[in-house]
């Protein structure tokens, strides 16, 4: 059975210093992974999705990685603001099926 | 466009009562997924659609929950004789395809369900 972990559960940082946000998966025989941000009281905002044959995926500030062999993809976030304060989510799709694995979330505060 | 909308926003029940949770998906979308999401964890999968079949309801916690998408839009998710340990907020999501590699889930602002 697939096992989705994110580390840490919490991080907090000043304005303008960069994040890292650590995912690993137990099962690498997947389809793709997704980065998801949850604000509170809201759902989930796709961010990146890395299909398995890619190594890594940028939009903006965000750049996600993706090692399949390892099981690990990181999530990168340049230059953090306080608007980047929320919950941030990776889910992996596994080659059968539709469902997404969903790890437990990095809850992030960005403080000013 | 408009995004996928889920209603009500917030539910309170009794013990023992059923309910009713409704998803609009974004027009159009072939696949519609249910998903439970407990208090600080990640969402954990209910059940998928593809159009009006459901092909996968692996996740479903108990025979209580069941899951209907009778035309392949709507769907409705039902909870019959809710138990505190029901208490979460169902998330649903709906994407364009059947699964592409490429295929994106967009979520809905989810259900909160209390059971008291």
């Known amino acids: 059975k697939q096992e989705v972990t994110q580390i840490p559960a919490a991080l907090s940082v000043p304005e303008g210093e960069n994040l890292v946000l650590n995912c690993s998966f137990t099962d690498s025989a997947i389809y793709n992974l997704q980065w998801f941000r949850q604000d509170p009281g809201k759902g989930l905002t796709s961010l990146l999705l890395?299909?398995?044959?890619?190594r890594e995926q940028t939009s903006g500030r965000l750049n996600a990685s993706l090692d399949k062999s390892s099981g690990r993809s990181t999530l990168y976030i340049a230059a953090s603001q306080p608007g980047d304060s929320a919950t941030y989510l990776c889910?992996?799709?596994?080659?059968?099926?539709?469902?997404?694995?969903f790890g437990g979330g990095t809850r992030v505060l960005v403080k000013p | 466009g408009a995004g996928v909308s889920q209603s009500p926003r917030y539910k309170v029940a009794k013990r023992g009562q059923d309910v009713a949770l409704r998803c609009d998906p974004i027009?159009?979308?072939?696949?519609l997924f249910w998903y439970q999401q407990a208090l600080g964890q990640g969402p954990e999968f209910l059940t998928y659609?593809?159009?009006?079949?459901?092909?996968?309801k692996s996740g479903l916690p108990s025979d209580r929950f069941f899951a209907e998408r009778p035309e392949g839009s709507v769907s409705t998710l039902k909870i019959q004789r809710t138990q505190q340990e029901d208490s979460a907020v169902y998330l649903c999501?709906?994407?364009?395809?059947?699964?592409?590699?490429?295929?994106?889930?967009?979520f809905g602002p989810g259900t909160r369900l209390t059971v008291l």
């Open positions: 889910a992996v799709r596994e080659a059968a099926g539709n469902k997404l694995t």
């Open positions: 027009s159009g979308h072939v696949s």
């Open positions: 659609f593809q159009n009006e079949a459901q092909l996968d």
């Open positions: 999501a709906s994407s364009p395809g059947q699964g592409g590699s490429t295929d994106t889930q967009y």
């Open positions: 890395i299909q398995s044959s890619q």
